[in-house]
């Protein structure tokens, strides 16, 4: 399979899958109409559509594996996937038949029905969440005049799954690794939500489609870019990307709630964190950057869900970009940019947009106001970054003890220099 035609067959091969999952999502859809009452064939309908939502779902997540070892790979100055599949399309599928045959242990002592029903726990609210966000107009399984809170009451449950993984292992370093998730996503929890209610408050709305349909003319990234800032830091906290990582960090807890994890459940722990990945770029994408909608008119359907695919890309993108750029913060570090910084900016955008929207004042007011916030922990960091790295250098400095060079050996009468004279010239 390496010579170039059958190269460009698997290559189309793979294109029409993707384009058949997608348009499968699509007719599904399509079938699944406005709701009814409960009955047999709802039910039917609704079932098709979960299996059609977890099908385009499980290929968005491979997408994101491969994309993410690409651009690491370039940014990093090595190649990524090459040899599996045109352009290393098929690694990984490659890695997820691996992982699927391998060996699925658990500890002798941990507690089993806890402990292979935690992975689940993790990935079902993943996937709940994703009945209620829009992938395009009308692209949507339900969409839901409370879809905003529905995201924000379901989100949330994962952190079940992440302390139970923890417990039931029966392990110390799984424990800790547990307790360590709960604490970084409790603490990041708030700011995420307050950034989402100052969209509300701003669109009047919790429907995905009203808040995408008032961003006509100017997205809501260039009225609320603290709120903008703020979503997306706290968004890389809640699902573990660098450099918010602490909880199943390697080097120190040898891979946090998931270390006694292996084979399928430890493959459904991994989806899970690239379709939480992709979730945050959608919501990215629909409340600050547009979703489907840009300022120069209506577009046809596929073009408007290729242009909200784009922009969710593209924040996953800036996403990976931060993984290769920061190393990872230390967890008084952590909690001390959740609840110093992020928590009072939350709260200071959501009130500048109420006082924006209650005195009516024009939308470049708000645009002020959120620069004014985001400008000042970025003052004070910039101001303060540099004092304990100079009182640090000064101590040392005046500590230093000035030590006198050695005085070289004399030779003796039987060594003889070295050629080209006496310094080796």
């Not at 009955?39 to 039917?44: D, H, K, P, Q, R």
């Not at 790979?73 to 990984?92: A, E, K, N």
């Amino acid at each position: 399979m390496s010579s170039r035609p059958a190269q460009l067959v698997l290559l189309a091969g793979i294109a029409v899958g993707v384009a058949a999952v997608f348009g499968g999502f699509i007719a599904v859809t399509r079938w699944l109409g406005e709701p009814q009452e409960l009955g047999a064939l709802t039910l039917v309908q609704f079932a098709v559509a979960l299996l059609a939502l977890v099908t385009l779902l499980a290929v968005a997540g491979m997408s994101l594996v491969w994309l993410e070892r690409k651009e690491l790979g370039r940014m990093q100055g090595r190649p990524g996937p090459t040899r599996v599949g045109p352009f290393g399309l098929l690694q990984p599928v490659a890695d997820a038949g691996k992982l699927l045959f391998k060996e699925d242990v658990a500890p002798g002592e941990a507690s089993k029905l806890i402990f292979f029903a935690s992975p689940l726990l993790i990935m079902v609210p993943g996937l709940m969440v994703w009945l209620t966000v829009p992938l395009g107009p009308t692209l949507v399984v339900r969409s839901l005049d409370l879809g905003i809170f529905f995201f924000v009451s379901i989100s949330v449950l994962s952190i079940v799954g992440l302390v139970l993984a923890g417990w039931s292992s029966h392990s110390k370093y799984a424990v800790l690794g547990g307790i360590r998730a709960a604490a970084q996503m409790v603490s990041y929890e708030i700011p995420l939500i307050m950034a989402v209610l100052g969209v509300v408050v701003l669109a009047g709305s919790m429907r995905f489609d009203d808040v995408v349909a008032l961003q006509d003319s100017a997205p809501y990234i260039a009225l609320l870019p603290a709120a903008f800032a703020v979503f997306l830091v706290a968004g890389l906290a809640e699902v573990g990307r660098t450099p918010f990582d602490i909880y199943f960090a390697e080097s120190e807890l040898v891979g946090g709630p998931f270390v006694e994890y292996s084979g399928a459940h430890w493959a459904v722990m991994l989806l899970a964190e690239y379709l939480n990945t992709f979730l945050v770029g959608a919501l990215a994408a629909l409340l600050f950057l547009g979703g489907w909608r840009w300022p120069f008119g209506d577009l046809p359907f596929g073009a408007a869900v290729a242009l909200m695919l784009a922009k969710t890309y593209l924040v996953v993108a800036v996403i990976f970009w931060g993984r290769a750029t920061y190393p990872r913060l230390r967890l008084d570090q952590l909690m001390g940019l959740g609840w110093k910084v992020l928590l009072p900016l939350s709260f200071a955008s959501i009130l500048a947009t109420a006082v924006q929207r209650f005195y009516g004042w024009p939308a470049w007011t708000l645009t002020l106001l959120s620069l004014a916030l985001l400008a000042v922990p970025i003052a004070l960091q910039v101001r303060g970054q540099g004092r304990p790295a100079s009182a640090y250098a000064e101590r040392m400095r005046a500590g230093a003890v000035a030590v006198p060079a050695a005085p070289r050996p004399e030779r003796s009468a039987f060594e003889q220099p070295p050629e080209g004279g006496e310094d080796g010239a």
